[in-house]
């Protein structure tokens, strides 16, 4: 009954490939997010969807694309990896309406060689 | 733009006693929230306590409790009788009010929280 869940909870790669971060909410909530805390454990907003809706995207390389097929999932796909890409990813969720609380994953810690 | 900056970057403190962390952050907006999250090394981020910029009541949660000064535009973070559980990272983080627009959190640089035995 987990509520926010990531797959895989780890992935390493080579510089170059391409990958993809899964995540799933099972709150009800309408809005996901992905966060990106680099080495210094600094963290920082990359994408917001609404009800599927793309509503912020920081400035980040256009290499990484997210997808929300559906209000429950939330996925990123990541292009052609660099070594700087080497963090933990977070996915939240949340209700516009309701507490204002975001709930995060348990993250993935994406290492890049 | 809002920031949010903890000026601690380590903190350490005896179990059983008080440790309080520091938090400033800068806004023009005046309906918003604060939060403090914790990280501990499993690495998930778990809300500690949160704060209505709208209620001058500071907010308390168990042995955690904040001090919200909106005119100083500071909110710190107070662990009473701390615990060997309580060792983690610590998080301030800003939201923005509202139910349009960004609902991005800000995140503060984190402080490092040790518990000694």
């Known amino acids: 009954d987990t509520a926010v869940s990531q797959t895989p909870k780890y992935l390493v790669t080579q510089m170059g490939n391409d990958k993809s971060i899964k995540c799933e909410q099972n709150?009800?909530?309408?809005?996901m997010y992905w966060y990106k805390q680099d080495s210094k454990k600094f963290l920082k907003i990359m994408f917001s969807?609404?009800?599927?809706?793309?509503?912020i995207n920081e400035t980040v390389p256009n290499r990484f694309s997210p997808k929300s097929p559906d209000k429950a999932h939330l996925n990123l796909h990541i292009n052609s990896l660099e070594l700087g890409d080497s963090a933990v990813y977070f996915c939240a969720s949340s209700q516009v309406t309701g507490g204002n609380e975001q709930f995060f994953g348990p993250g993935t810690r994406l290492t890049v060689l | 733009a809002q920031t949010v900056t903890q000026s601690q970057p380590e903190m350490s403190v005896q179990e059983a006693e008080t440790v309080t962390l520091s938090c400033t952050y800068d806004t023009s907006e005046s309906d918003y929230y604060l939060f403090w999250y914790k990280q501990p090394p499993s690495r998930q981020m778990i809300l500690v306590i949160r704060q209505e910029a709208y209620k001058q009541q500071n907010a308390t949660e168990n042995r955690f409790s904040v001090n919200f000064q909106k005119a100083a535009k500071s909110f710190s973070l107070k662990i009473s009788d701390s615990q060997l559980g309580d060792a983690a990272m610590y998080f301030c983080a800003y939201r923005r009010g509202g139910i349009q627009g960004a609902q991005k959190l800000v995140f503060g640089q984190g402080t490092r929280l040790t518990i000694n035995p």
């Open positions: 969807y609404n009800n599927k809706e793309l509503i």
């Open positions: 709150l009800g909530h309408d809005t």
